[in-house]
């Protein structure tokens, strides 16, 4: 958070082309590290047991400050200066750091925090495991597809909507990122619920489902306010895997203490696919159109997909479900 804070400091006070690039590799560097902590922090505190309502609701407080944070340095920079937006949001570490000391470190189990125990194997050992985990790998490949899909289609969409509504874009487009968040935050809970309940592959499947349903929604849907309500599949996307991505690396890691490792390995994947997929997109678009782009996006999808519903093993233990008790009076 320190480095997430100071990246914007530099950048108010220095906007020139070197601080501005070495601040950009501190937000970086912070964020990687910043997702996967409160993760692991929050597997300490509550267990496996209860990590999918848990992750839901942290999915839910991301989308409110998400909105918060839009609107309010939308505020600031409309009536102080665009250096304000950056000045402000530096200042955010100040309750960020009273936050973080409101959680004593002795509620945080090192041990739940690390995927349980490690079985007393080396850290190559570790690594090794993870590597050929087979089950890893697959859920990797299938969110690399759906980062590879899913990071380009809103810029994509966005260049469309000013095109076709100059006068009224900006709005449409504010919409169009406020709408999926007020939906991450309204089910994400119901979300690590219903993974709890039905098991992480269905919910995984809806998640992907609407991915290409949404790409190929884009691609025909002409009236620029209706590509506002197609955004609610968006929302739904973004539940799903906000939920379900640390909540399945906890499955899959379960007792062997390398969940913040494998946590890693996946956000590498996510980092690949959601570099490639503005590249890949713009290229397509530039030459063959923005329906062709929508298009394509509508197939890698769909390959995640296909990749999640063949390959994907269901991750919730059965002895972890819980249990309908029933009555009978005698």
């Given at each position: 958070m320190i480095l997430i804070s100071a990246s914007a400091l530099i950048i108010a006070l220095w906007p020139i082309f070197p601080a501005v690039l070495g601040a950009q590799f501190l937000q970086a560097a912070g964020s990687s590290v910043v997702s996967p902590a409160l993760a692991a922090?929050?597997?300490?505190?509550?267990?496996?047991?209860?990590?999918?309502?848990?992750?839901g609701r942290n999915a839910r407080f991301a989308s409110i400050g998400n909105g918060l944070a839009a609107?309010?340095?939308?505020?600031?920079?409309?009536?102080?200066?665009?250096?304000?937006?950056?000045?402000?949001?530096?200042?955010?570490?100040?309750?960020?750091?009273?936050?973080?000391?409101?959680?004593?470190?002795?509620e945080i189990d090192p041990v739940r925090a690390h995927g349980g125990l490690?079985?007393?194997?080396?850290?190559?050992?570790?690594?090794a495991s993870l590597l050929t985990n087979r089950p890893l790998l697959?859920?990797?490949?299938?969110?690399?597809?759906?980062?590879?899909?899913?990071?380009?289609?809103?810029?994509?969409?966005?260049?469309?909507?000013?095109?076709?509504?100059?006068?009224?874009?900006?709005?449409l487009v504010a919409a169009c990122i406020v709408v999926p968040q007020l939906v991450v935050a309204a089910f994400s809970p119901s979300v690590g619920r219903l993974a709890q309940r039905w098991g992480r592959r269905p919910v995984l499947l809806i998640?992907?489902?609407?991915?290409p349903v949404r790409a190929v929604l884009f691609m025909v849907v002409a009236d620029p306010r209706l590509l506002v309500a197609v955004q609610l599949l968006d929302g739904v996307c973004a539940a799903v895997f906000g939920v379900l991505v640390p909540l399945t690396i906890a499955d899959i890691t379960r007792g062997?203490?390398?969940?913040?490792?494998?946590?890693?390995i996946v956000g590498s994947a996510v980092g690949i696919g959601a570099a490639l997929s503005t590249t890949l997109a713009g290229w397509i678009s530039d030459r063959l159109g923005s329906s062709i782009a929508f298009f394509g996006l509508a197939c890698i999808g769909s390959i995640g997909l296909v990749l999640t519903w063949r390959l994907m093993p269901e991750t919730l233990e059965r002895k972890s479900r819980p249990k309908l008790l029933t009555t009978r009076a005698h």
């Open positions: 922090i929050s597997l300490g505190l509550v267990g496996h047991t209860a990590s999918g309502e848990r992750f609107a309010g340095m939308g505020a600031v920079g409309y009536f102080w200066s665009n250096q304000a937006v950056f000045l402000v949001t530096a200042a955010l570490i100040v309750p960020t750091l009273i936050t973080l000391k409101h959680i004593p470190p002795n490690d079985e007393g194997r080396s850290a190559t050992a570790g690594v697959t859920f990797a490949a299938c969110v690399t597809f759906f980062q590879l899909a899913n990071t380009a289609m809103l810029p994509l969409m966005a260049s469309i909507v000013t095109m076709r509504s100059s006068a009224w874009a900006t709005t998640g992907f489902a609407a991915l062997t203490g390398r969940f913040n490792l494998a946590q890693g």
